[in-house]
Structure formats: structure tokens, C-alpha cells
């Protein structure tokens, strides 16, 4: 067990819409989610005294936020930084609060991802009509690779080739994951899709498909975090924190194409950290999440966190072994690939309502935790939610990993 | 072979660290990063240390620009403007020849080949080949097959 674990919890959430385009800024889309987190929590804006967020030049910051919203902060903390910084910033939560820092803690994304900055790099209407090719880019965008399902998609295919697996495995992803999301009101895409209606989706670039990538939205999402003792006094059941890793790094992390194996990816490094800080196994585990950019990502966290051996990922998600009601239920908001694109921390959002047992499905009592677990219905709350595995994925080589439980656990 | 690449939507920047590569490519050296007191090489240039023993007395090795294909994308859908009248093109990362190291280092690079998709494979070797821009500055590596091997595999979906 590790020295703080169970001692912060995650006490609100909130987000905006889903939307392309927002026609809004992103401090105003900031603005709705932390006012939205807050309400969740039953908290005031003057009872938060820390905040932090992340982007990639893209985005408000902490103090254009607490201008707007009257808050006086003791702690505002902006970083650079993409996928798995959510998880990361929860973990500086913990720190900064035990250390005295601050007292409660608000933690936010905003970006019009789909409108504005895309992290392919392409503009809102397509391909870049002049690219600047500076700095690491000399040497990947000035051949033609540069977005994230280009450079994936090189792991993707060394993978396939080195394991034997084929891309049904990636289908059974999409297919789960847009399950979830057909249960999700909020969510972009709720038609559900069969294996063969993603082998038959058009190329992007090979090894993926068009239902391998995810939704691109713009959005903004908020999560707060607080010590054990004021969570109790808080609206909801505290999700309590039982541990993680933030941000671990594999070795030659930054385009650096001569590491041993491509697709050894960054979890191999802190699955043993994050179990052994929450003090459980992997079959103590009620659901997953996983930042599935592309149904690829989900696959390979889900091996490098040693739910199944190397190599075996791909016979591991056969059968809907992801899917509600099944072994291992993963990304049950719809994820990335379903639900919108957050970069990672609707997962985190996702996990801590299911743990609370108030999934904002389509049962009627869902706000006071009463759901009738039928999925024809729209219920879309899982039956034992106790424990949850949250892994984030900046990149391969890097990833952060949120374990968390609820009262029942 | 792929289309061509528009070149004149692609501005190369070089910098204080990967000047010396460009110059490099237009004597059509493929150049990598040596370490002049371990002897270890990296690529891209951009980094200025050894990261296996901490120098910052980086050299260059130049390699005779052939290697084996580790792995591969075909990019359908383009991004970069420039590519727009490549696609479906193939980009892959390549094992130089030259650059296996004693204790199992080998240097990894990348490039755009000038073959096909139905041409390519993981496992087959290749070699660079020198393609100028409408930039003097700038020649661009790209990379050709020019052999076959018995292990190889290909994505067929």
C-alpha cells in the first residue's frame, strides 16, 4: 500500500457538451465545466484554493478562470502536456494538498480540438497547406508522418506482425466501446457497429481504419480533488484515490525510433507501481478504462498493465471480453472512440460516477443511484463497481494509470 | 511509385543542431549521430548528447544508407499538404546496416519509399536514394527496395 492511499478523493466532476464546433472559447467552455464539477460536489467556487490544467498551447489557463469565476487561489498551476496528463495532475493533487499547498483542488481540460487546434496538426477544413517542418519535425513531418494514428500506426503494424494478431482484434475494440457509447445520451456516436462494419470502414492510414480513430470534439471536462476528511461532508459517495503512475517514461521516450521494441510501451514500466500502491491484483479489478485514441491504444495498455501476457492482447479481447456485462468492461462512457475526445480525463469522469453507482444513463433514478441494469433500456451502470483501473497514454512511451474505488470496495 | 511530393509546401527548418545533416544529404551522405568518446550513434540529430555515456563531443557517422525495413505505415488519408498528391504512400522505419552496436544498439531512421505498398515489407532491404527539392538547400533521403530476403511480412488486409 502506498503512504496516501485512500487519503484523497475525487469529490466532483463535470463537463460540457460534446460538440463540433463549440463557437466558443475555451475559457468559457473551462468555466462551465468547474461550475458544472462544483455543483457535482456541492461546493462553492470560494471553497476551491487550487487549480490546474493542462493543453498544448491550445487553452485557457488557471488564472483566466479564477478571474472569471471570483476565485481566489492558492495554488494555479498550468502545464504543457497531452493524453495521460490527467491522471498525472491528480497525482500532483495528492502531493500538493499533503504537503499543505493548498486545500481542494480543481482540475481542468478545455479545447476545441475538433474546430481549433487538431492534434493531427491538420487545420479545421484539412490537410496542412504549408507545413514548417522545425525541431523533431524535420524528421517526421518532412516525410509525411506526423499524427498520431500515422505514428501509432508503426507500433500498430510491428505489433501485428511480431504477435500473429490480426485487426479483428482492433474491431472487437470498436465494437465495445461504441456499445458503451450506445447507452451514453451524451455521446457523439450511439449507433452500434458490428466486427465486419469496421473492416469494411475506409482506410486512414494502414493499419487503421476509420472506426480505429477516435471522435474529435471540442470540449472542456473538470475534476476535484480533496482530502478524505472533507470528502465526507460532500454531496456524493467519495471515490477514493488508491494509487497510479504519472507520466512514466520508457527509455529514448521523444522520436527516437531505436528502442528494442516499438510497442513495449510505457505502462511495462509502472503497472507494478500502481498495483502495488493500491495494494490490490489485477483481479481485484471491476472495470478498465483506457485512452483509446484507437482501438490499438486500448489494445497494447491492456497488455503492458499485465492483464494478459505479451503478445496475447489480441486473443484477450476477443468474445466482447470489453463489453458491459462481460470479464472486464473498458471505457463504459463510449471512450474517445465513441464518446468525444477529452484527452483522457472523461475516463476519470466516467470511472467515478460508476463507482458512485450514479452512471447518468437513461434510468430514470440514476442521480440517486437507482438503476434497473437493463441494457434495452439504456441502463448503463455496471452491476459491481468497486474498483476501477484507469490507464491514460500520452504517446507509446508514456503513460499514467488512476486506480480508484468506491464505499463498497 | 507513389506521386510526387509537392515540395513547395513543406519549408525545412534546419537548426543549430541538424544544419550539418541537411548539408549532409546535399553531398547525398546519410549522415547519423556518433559519440566521439564512446563511439555510440543516434538519430535524429536533434539531440546533442550521447545518451549512452552523457558527451555532448558528438560527431557524424556516415552510413552507407542501407538497412532493413522494421516496420511501415501507408498513409491513406493525407495530412501535410505536400503529400496530397502522394497518397497511398508508404513511410517506414529502417535498421542501418552499419549501425549495430556490440552490446545489440541498432540505429533506427525513417523516410518515405519510392516503392509501392505491394513492394514493401517488414524484414526486406533498402537502400537511400536522393531527391532535390525546389530548395537548393534541401535534398530530401528517401528510400528503395533492393533485395529480397527470406523472412519477410507484409500487411495484406
Redesign the interface.
Known amino acids: 500500500m502506498g503512504a496516501l492511499t485512500d487519503k484523497y478523493c475525487i469529490v466532483g466532476v463535470g463537463e460540457t457538451p460534446h460538440m463540433r464546433p463549440s463557437n466558443r472559447t475555451t475559457l468559457s467552455m473551462a468555466c462551465e465545466a468547474i461550475t458544472k464539477a462544483l455543483a457535482d460536489a456541492g461546493l462553492k467556487p470560494g471553497d476551491v484554493d487550487g487549480m490546474t490544467s493542462y493543453q498544448a498551447g491550445d487553452s485557457t489557463t488557471s488564472p483566466h478562470v479564477a478571474t472569471a469565476l471570483g476565485m481566489r487561489l492558492n495554488y494555479a498551476v498550468d502545464i504543457l502536456g497531452g493524453g495521460s496528463s490527467g491522471e498525472a495532475l491528480v497525482a500532483n493533487a495528492i502531493g500538493l494538498i499533503e504537503a499543505g499547498y493548498c486545500e481542494t483542488m480543481v482540475i481542468f481540460r478545455s479545447m476545441n480540438g475538433r474546430s481549433g487546434r487538431r492534434m ?3 487545420t479545421p477544413g484539412g ?10 519535425a ?10 498520431p494514428a ?1 505514428r501509432f ?3 500498430a ?2 505489433y ?2 511480431d504477435t500473429g494478431c ?2 479483428k482484434a482492433f474491431a472487437e475494440i470498436a465494437v465495445a466501446h461504441r456499445y458503451h457509447a450506445t447507452l451514453n445520451p451524451k455521446a457523439i456516436h450511439r449507433s452500434p457497429i458490428t466486427i465486419e462494419d469496421h473492416q469494411r470502414s ?6 487503421f481504419r476509420l472506426l480505429d480513430c477516435c471522435q474529435e470534439t471540442d470540449v472542456s471536462v473538470a475534476i476535484i480533488v480533496t482530502s478524505r476528511e472533507r470528502a465526507y461532508d460532500l454531496r456524493h459517495p467519495p471515490v477514493f484515490i488508491m494509487g497510479g503512475y504519472a507520466r512514466t517514461l520508457t527509455d ?1 521516450p521523444q ?4 528502442r ?1 521494441s ?1 510497442h513495449y510501451v510505457a505502462g511495462n514500466y509502472g503497472w507494478k507501481r500502481s498495483f502495488g500502491m493500491a495494494g490490490i491484483s489485477h483481479k481485484d479489478v471491476d472495470f478498465v478504462s483506457c485512452y483509446d485514441a484507437f482501438t490499438f491504444t486500448t489494445l497494447i495498455q491492456l497488455e503492458a498493465n499485465g492483464f494478459c501476457g505479451r503478445g496475447e492482447a489480441g486473443e484477450f479481447v476477443k468474445g466482447g471480453r470489453l463489453q458491459i456485462d462481460h470479464e472486464l468492461p473498458s471505457n463504459l462512457s463510449g471512450g474517445h472512440l465513441s464518446e468525444g475526445y477529452t484527452h483522457g480525463v472523461q475516463m476519470v469522469i466516467e470511472n467515478v460516477r460508476q463507482l458512485r453507482h450514479r452512471a447518468d444513463d437513461a434510468c430514470p433514478g440514476w442521480a440517486e443511484g437507482k438503476h434497473t441494469y437493463d441494457r434495452k433500456a439504456g441502463c448503463r451502470q455496471l452491476r459491481k463497481a468497486d474498483i476501477c483501473y484507469g490507464m491514460g497514454w500520452g504517446w507509446e512511451n508514456m503513460a499514467s494509470c488512476l486506480v480508484l474505488r468506491g464505499m463498497a470496495a | 511509385m507513389p506521386g510526387p ?1 509537392d515540395y ?8 543549430f543542431d ?1 544544419v550539418e545533416w541537411w548539408a549532409g544529404t546535399r553531398e547525398r551522405k546519410y549522415l547519423v549521430r556518433q559519440c566521439k568518446a564512446c563511439g555510440h550513434k ?3 540529430p ?2 546533442p548528447a550521447c ?1 549512452k555515456c552523457t558527451s555532448m563531443d558528438a560527431g557524424w557517422f556516415e552510413t552507407a544508407g542501407k538497412g532493413t525495413i ?15 498528391g ?1 497518397v ?2 508508404v ?1 517506414a ?1 529502417i535498421e542501418l546496416d552499419d549501425c549495430k552496436e556490440a552490446d ?9 519509399m519510392l516503392n509501392e ?1 505491394s513492394e514493401v515489407a ?1 524484414g526486406l532491404p533498402c537502400e537511400v536514394v536522393y531527391e532535390e527539392t525546389n530548395d537548393p538547400k534541401i535534398v ?1 533521403p528517401r528510400w528503395k527496395i533492393n533485395g529480397a530476403a527470406a523472412d519477410v ?1 507484409r ?1 495484406t ?1
Open positions: 493531427g496538426g491538420q490537410p496542412i497547406p504549408v507545413a514548417n517542418a522545425e525541431g523533431d524535420q524528421f517526421n513531418l518532412g516525410w509525411g508522418w506526423t499524427t500515422q500506426g508503426m507500433s503494424m510491428r501485428l506482425r490480426t485487426t475506409r482506410w486512414i492510414v494502414k493499419p529514448s522520436w527516437n525510433y531505436s528494442e516499438l | 511530393i513547395t509546401k513543406l519549408r525545412i527548418l534546419p537548426d541538424t543516434w538519430f535524429p536533434i539531440f545518451a522494421y516496420s511501415y505505415v501507408v498513409v491513406v488519408q493525407p495530412i501535410v499538404g505536400a503529400f496530397i502522394a497511398p504512400y513511410v522505419i545489440g544498439r541498432v540505429t533506427r531512421v525513417a523516410g518515405v505498398e517488414i530530401m511480412w500487411f488486409e
